[in-house]
C-alpha cells in the first residue's frame, strides 16, 4: 500500500526502494558466551530519487531482503525524500501485525538509514553537516576476542588493534558456553590484560551467558585486571538484574544492543539498569530511532554507545552530545572494508566521518564485487 501522496510538499519523491542480501564465511568459526556462527550476512538497501540514490544496510537473515521489497517498498515509494521521520512513522505503523522486533525491524533500519543517506545527498550534504555535528571526531573500540579463538589468536587481534593501530579500547567476549567455563574466561581476561597493558581499557562482553550471582563473582575477576565495561552480564530481558550487578561492582555495566523500541531502551534506563546504554542503529529503527534513544539516554544522565556496523553509526554518532564510543566490530569491519568504498580510518582509536566533505554518509556498495555472494 502507499500511505504519502507522490511527492508531498512538491519536494522529491521515493521514486523505489531495492534490497539484496550478501553473506560471507567469517574468516575463522566465531562464538561468543551465546551463539556461534561461520557467516554474517549484510542486508543491502537502496532508495533512489530521479538520479540520486541514498544506501542502507543491516546484518541480519537473507529474509530481511524480501521484506523490504515486498513490505516495506510500496510504503515509502513516493513519499517525500526529505520527510524521513513522517517515513519511518510509516513503516512503523505498517509492520504491527508482523511483529516488530527481529528480522522486521532490521528491515525498517536498513530504509531508514538509506533514507537518510538520500536526503543527504539530494541536498548535497554530508550527513553530518545535515544532522549536526557535536564533534568532529568518534571514539572507537577494537571488538571481537571470540571464544573460539586460542590464546595466540586473541594476543595478535588484540596487539594488532592497541599498538598496531593505536585503538586504546579493546573487548574480548567471555561468558563461554552460557557460562560454563568461568576458569577459562577467567584465564582470557588475564591474557588480554597482559596482552595490552595497563594503558589500553579493557572491556568484555557476555552476551547475557551468566546468572546474576555468576556475574556478580565474576565482576570480582574484573575488578582486579581493571576492566572497565561489563557488557550484557545477563540478558537486557532482565533490567533489574543487571540494576542488581551494577550496583555489586565498580566495573560499568552495558546493554540494550537488542533494543528494536524506543520503550525498550526506556526500560532499561528507568531500572537503573546500565552505566552506559547501546543502541544499534541497524536495529533499532535506523538513525531515526537511534538519535530518539541518545536523547532518551541523555535524560537519564547516561551515555550512549553504538552497537556493531560501525560506518552505518558513523555520522550520527558525531552528532550527539553523550556519545560514548563506537563498537569496531571485527566481522563487520571486515565485511565493509571489502564492499564498502569510502570506510573510514580508526587509527589512534578515533575516525572523522565526514571530514572528506563527501556528500551523504561517504559509502558506495561495490555490487560487483559482493554479486558472487548475493543470498537473497
Known amino acids: 500500500m502507499r500511505s504519502a501522496e507522490p511527492g508531498a510538499r512538491g519536494g522529491p519523491s521515493v521514486d523505489g526502494i531495492e534490497a ?137 587481534q588484540l596487539r594488532d588493534w592497541a599498538e598496531g593501530q593505536g585503538i586504546p579500547r579493546v573487548k574480548i567476549k567471555i561468558g563461554e558456553s552460557w557460562g560454563s567455563a568461568e576458569q577459562r574466561d577467567r584465564h582470557r581476561i588475564a591474557r588480554a590484560r597482559a596482552s595490552i597493558g595497563d594503558a589500553t581499557e579493557l572491556y568484555v562482553d557476555a552476551n547475557g551467558a551468566y546468572t546474576v550471582k555468576q556475574a556478580v563473582r565474576m565482576a570480582r575477576c574484573l575488578e582486579d585486571h581493571d576492566v572497565r565495561w561489563f557488557e550484557e552480564p545477563v540478558s537486557s530481558d532482565d533490567p533489574d538484574g543487571l540494576a542488581r550487578i551494577r550496583s555489586a561492582t565498580t566495573v560499568e555495566v552495558a546493554a540494550g544492543e537488542y533494543g528494536y523500541t524506543l520503550p525498550y531502551f526506556g526500560q532499561l534506563l528507568r531500572a537503573g539498569a546500565v552505566d552506559c546504554l547501546q543502541a544499534d542503529a541497524t536495529r533499532c529503527g535506523g538513525l531515526t530511532v537511534w538519535l530518539r534513544a541518545a536523547a532518551l539516554a541523555e535524560a537519564f544522565g547516561v551515555d550512549i554507545s553504538g552497537h556493531c556496523a560501525p560506518h552505518a553509526h558513523a555520522a550520527v554518532a558525531a552528532a550527539v552530545p553523550n556519545l560514548r564510543h563506537l563498537e569496531w566490530f571485527h566481522d563487520h569491519v571486515r565485511l565493509e572494508s571489502l564492499w564498502f568504498d569510502g570506510t573510514l580510518d580508526p587509527s589512534g582509536g578515533h575516525i572523522a566521518p565526514g571530514a572528506d566533505g563527501a556528500p551523504g554518509h561517504g559509502l558506495t556498495f561495490k555490487t560487483a564485487d559482493a554479486e558472487p555472494r548475493r543470498t537473497g
Open 20 to 156: 539484496a542480501a550478501y553473506t560471507l564465511p567469517t574468516s575463522t568459526p566465531e562464538a561468543d558466551g551465546t551463539l556461534a556462527w561461520q557467516e554474517t550476512t549484510l542486508v543491502v538497501v537502496h532508495a533512489r530519487s530521479g538520479a540520486t540514490t541514498g544506501l542502507g544496510y543491516t546484518y541480519g537473515a537473507p529474509e530481511t531482503a524480501a521484506y523490504v521489497r515486498g513490505h516495506l517498498a510500496p510504503v515509502v515509494t513516493g513519499r517525500c525524500a526529505l520527510d524521513v521521520p513522517a517515513a519511518a512513522g510509516a513503516m512503523a505503523r505498517a509492520v504491527r501485525n508482523d511483529g516488530r522486533p527481529g528480522l522486521v525491524a532490521g528491515a525498517v533500519s536498513a530504509v531508514d538509514i538509506a533514507l537518510w543517506d538520500l536526503k543527504a545527498r539530494l541536498l548535497g550534504l554530508p550527513l553530518t553537516q545535515l544532522l549536526g555535528r557535536a564533534r568532529e571526531r568518534v571514539r572507537v573500540y577494537g571488538s571481537g576476542g571470540f571464544t573460539t579463538y586460542d590464546d595466540a589468536q586473541q594476543d595478535r
